[in-house]
């Protein structure tokens, strides 16, 4: 799939049934998620509203079907950390290695970028040992798009009756001054930028 056969565009809780529908098996089949119940429609909008008043929390669709999303959120949560952010995506299974994930996380760098946020961190499930529940193309995925590693957590995560590692990867955006520029929230550049 070429990027121009599908678009981007920010996430609104009117889309939680169909980004619900995709993140569910994520939490019943695999250990990418650490979660180990879905959430229920309700608790989903809420996290995309809650998402939405600071960050971007975009989808990937075609055709009116959406193929996956991204989105970012507050890296551990206490003022220091402002010019860092968590990033998290989900894809349909049948709609991987097919550009969407490059083009959803090249839109959220953007984003990221014009906000002012510095560091990009993802936190990813790791097997010791590829398992039905989890392999390691996550890890490899961020790396392709240009994270490192910075850190790994050991046997943190039981799930499936197994133990999973936990390790971080980050992303360097931009030059980290003595005085860095306000975090824009992103509510104040949705209509500026062009996804």
Request: aromatic share 12%.
């Amino acid at each position: 799939m070429k990027q121009t056969d599908f678009s981007i565009r920010t996430a609104t809780p009117g889309d939680a049934g169909e980004l619900l529908a995709i993140y569910t098996p994520y939490v019943t089949d695999t250990a990418i998620s650490f979660e180990s119940e879905a959430p229920g429609l309700s608790e989903f909008q809420k996290r995309i509203e809650n998402t939405l008043k600071r960050y971007p929390y975009l989808l990937a669709e075609s055709a009116g079907e959406i193929l996956g999303y991204a989105y970012t959120g507050p890296f551990v949560g206490r003022a220091a950390y402002a010019w860092a952010a968590e990033t998290t995506i989900y894809l349909k299974e049948d709609k991987k290695k097919m550009g969407i994930g490059r083009a959803l996380y090249e839109s959220l760098e953007k984003v990221s970028k014009a906000q002012n946020i510095l560091n990009l961190n993802a936190c990813i499930g790791y097997p010791e040992a590829e398992d039905e529940y989890l392999t390691g193309n996550s890890v490899q995925f961020h790396a392709h798009m240009g994270y490192r590693m910075v850190g790994e957590f050991h046997k943190c995560g039981y799930k499936f009756g197994r133990w999973y590692n936990m390790v971080w990867m980050e992303k360097i955006l931009g030059e980290h001054r003595e005085s860095p520029e306000e975090v824009i929230p992103f509510p104040a550049l949705a209509d500026s930028i062009n996804l």
